[in-house]
T-cell receptor, first 111, second 115 residues
Framework: KQEVTQIPAALSVPEGENLVLNCSFT??????LQWFRQDPGKGLTSLLL?????REQTSGRLNASLDKSSGRSTLYIAASQPGDSATYLC??????????FGRGTSLIVHP | KAGVTQTPRYLIKTRGQQVTLSCSPI?????VSWYQQTPGQGLQFLFE???????NKGNFPGRFSGRQFSNSRSEMNVSTLELGDSALYLC??????????????FGQGTRLTVV
């Protein structure tokens, strides 16, 4: 059974810092990994999707990497801003079509 | 391009009642998945529909059911509501099909409170 772990569970940083959020998974037989952002009480917003054949994806200040063999992904946020404050979730999808989500990292960026 | 629309946004029901939630996917998306999110359990997969057929089902009791219509809109039904069913119910749509590497887009969710 796939298990997804996100570390740290919570993070509080001053504005301008570069951040790394971690996601690990137990079964490396995945098709893709997706990072989401969730604001309190709201739905999920897709940030980056990495196919199993890819090593990284970039969008603006965000960069996500994937190392399937070690079962790890990182989300790098450059020059963090207060508007980045949210919970960040990663999800992996294997052959069952059923994505498995981590519990998320709650990020607060203070001015 | 319209996003995923879930209705209603908020709902308060009494124990024992039943409830129906609705999800309209992004135009052209044929896969709709439903999730339950609670502080204690996180995001848990309920079921996925593709072309009006339930393709996958999570580990939830039979009180939770769903369906998908020919226009890809989906409904989720919970019968005999329990206090523990209070949660944010999220719907996600994707292109689906045989290709698994498709991005999922989520709606804003329906906040269900059972009293």
């Amino acid at each position: 059974k796939q298990e997804v772990t996100q570390i740290p569970a919570a993070l509080s940083v001053p504005e301008g810092e570069n951040l790394v959020l971690n996601c690990s998974f137990t079964d490396s037989a995945i098709y893709n990994l997706q990072w989401f952002r969730q604001d309190p009480g709201k739905g999920l917003t897709s940030l980056l999707l990495i196919q199993s054949s890819q090593r990284e994806q970039t969008s603006g200040r965000l960069n996500a990497s994937l190392d399937k063999s070690s079962g790890r992904s990182t989300l790098y946020i450059a020059a963090s801003q207060p508007g980045d404050s949210a919970t960040y979730l990663c999800a992996v999808q294997g052959g069952s079509y059923i994505p498995t989500f981590g519990r998320g990292t709650s990020l607060i960026v203070h001015p | 391009k319209a996003g995923v629309t879930q209705t209603p946004r908020y709902l308060i029901k009494t124990r024992g009642q039943q409830v129906t939630l609705s999800c309209s996917p992004i135009s052209g998306h044929r896969s709709v998945s439903w999730y339950q999110q609670t502080p204690g359990q996180g995001l848990q997969f309920l079921f996925e529909y593709f072309s009006e057929t339930q393709r996958n089902k999570g580990n939830f009791p039979g009180r939770f059911s769903g369906r998908q219509f020919s226009n890809s809109r989906s409904e989720m039904n919970v019968s005999t509501l329990e206090l523990g069913d209070s949660a944010l119910y999220l719907c996600a749509s994707s292109r689906g099909g045989a290709q698994l590497n498709t991005e999922a887009f989520f709606g804003q969710g329906t906040r269900l409170t059972v009293v």
